[in-house]
Each structure stands twice: as C-alpha cells, then as structure tokens.
C-alpha cells in the first residue's frame, strides 16, 4: 500500500521509522519547513517534500500526525484532493473523528488512532477508533498497516481515546522514569550505570512481555516472584511506602483530564464556525 504520512515530526518519524523496519516500502512524508524536510528525507531515506497536497495525491492511506491545534488548516488545505477512495489516518489527541470528517466533507474513510514511540523499534501499541464513513476494508487495511510496528487494539466508544492518551500514548514516558530510577538504585547500590540501565530496562521488557503472553493479571506475576521472607518483598514494601502505586494511577487520571481540557479549548477555538 501506498503511505503518506503528513507531519513527519516525533511520533511521525518514529511511524516512519518503524514503517521501514517493517519493510513498508512506498512512503512519503511531508514536514512544514524545508529545512526540517531535508533532515528527514536525510534520515529516513524516503521522500519528503513541504507539499501537503502533493501528498495527497497518489497515497491509499494518509497519516495526519500533525498537533491538534494544526489540524483544521491541514485538513482544510488537503480536502479537495484527498477522496472517498482513500483513508485519513488523524493522530491528533483530543481531536473526534466527527470534526475531521466535518473538515473533509467528502465522505472520506477517516480513523482516529494513538500509536505511541516504541512503534520506531516494531514494539508500539497502537489504539484505533473508526470515525462514521470507514468500513471494514478501511479498518483492516489500517489494522495491518500498525500491526507492522507492534500490537493494535480496537475501541468502538471514541470518549475512551482520551484516556487511551493517557495511559498507552504517554505511557512510555511514565515508563522512562521508572527505568531512570530503578537505574539509579543499581547506581547508588554499586553498579556501573550502563549495566544497571540495562538489567532495569531488560527488567522491564521482560515482565512486560511476559504479562502480554501469559494474559494473567499483573498481581498474580508479581506473586510468583515475591517469595516468603525474600528479597523482593522489601522492595515492594519500599515502593508501596513511597506511593508508586498511587502516583502512577494520578499520572494516568491527570493526563486523560488534560487530554478532555484539550478537547473542549480545541472546540471553542480551532474548530468554531467562521
């Protein structure tokens, strides 16, 4: 299939770059400056141009990775080239399919997605939403195209996008505290930082991997690491007493309420009738 993705920024690279690791081989990108242009099309080796509508032209799936406030003059500048044939792709956070579709006004298969940056190295997870004109050919097409850079789930409620936001679109960055930290514990214990990154990153692949293949509940792994009288309980006892567990579950309600907040300023502001 023939991929555009507009808006080759941070999360646009990391598609782009998962993309291509993937063997996904006709892409093309746009950025807003050419400049900025330069260094992707230098870095990625694919084409990379500042003409949004150019893009548009000969793309099956396009990729609106674009922020939410940028949306409405995107999407206003490429709808009269972009047609039902193809499928818009908008990973805007806090952005309805609703309010593309009405941008469009073409009919055009748009689905709503939150990939986040592990998609760079094939371990993402990406959460589509479909918007009212994309069908079952437009979802699995989308579906196959982000199954490439990882795991993709499916929601039928678009009100839980914001806290997909929320907890798999930021979470990586909730996770590089946590390897930053438990580094550091190795640090202050003794190790040397570069081998204490690893056994805490590895640490937390690993059990991440392992919950996803064995599907049981996070608390019943932990049980089987946590032996009677052993190491590992006082090291949870620690975490408990400094509050992980809840500061993690505040991280996760403070960003989806931000993530509604954006939702309604971006309802007054960018998408009110001019």
Not at 168 to 184: D, K
């Amino acid at each position: 299939m023939r991929v555009g993705i507009i808006g080759i920024g941070t999360v646009g690279q990391a598609l782009a770059r998962g993309f291509l690791r993937a063997g996904v081989e006709d892409l093309a990108g746009t950025t807003a400056h050419p400049a900025s242009a330069e260094r992707a099309r230098r870095a990625l080796g694919i084409p990379v141009s500042t003409d949004n509508r150019a893009l548009v032209c000969d793309r099956d799936i396009l990729i609106l990775a674009v922020k939410p406030s940028a949306v409405a003059g995107v999407v206003g500048e490429i709808a009269p080239r972009v047609t039902p044939h193809q499928t818009l792709v908008t990973l805007a956070a806090a952005t309805p399919t609703a309010r593309v579709e009405g941008l469009l006004g073409s009919g055009v298969p748009v689905i709503r997605a939150m990939p986040n940056t592990p998609c760079a190295v094939g371990a993402g997870m990406t959460v589509l939403c479909p918007g009212r004109s994309a069908g079952p050919d437009q979802l699995s097409a989308v579906q196959a195209l982000f199954a490439t850079v990882g795991r993709v789930a499916l929601v039928e409620d678009e009100d839980l996008m914001s806290v997909v936001t929320a907890l798999s679109g930021s979470g990586p960055a909730y996770t590089f505290i946590i390897l930053e930290a438990l580094s550091e514990g190795g640090v202050k214990m003794g190790l040397p930082r570069a081998l204490a990154t690893e056994l805490a990153a590895q640490a937390l692949l690993g059990g991440a991997a392992l919950a996803l293949e064995s599907g049981q509940h996070p608390a019943l792994l932990k049980a089987d690491v946590t032996t009677p009288a052993g190491v590992t309980i006082d090291g949870l006892l620690a975490l408990e007493e400094g509050g992980v567990r809840v500061s993690l579950i505040k991280a996760v309600m403070a960003a989806t309420e931000r993530s509604a907040q954006l939702a309604s300023l971006l309802d007054r502001d960018a998408f009110r009738p001019t």
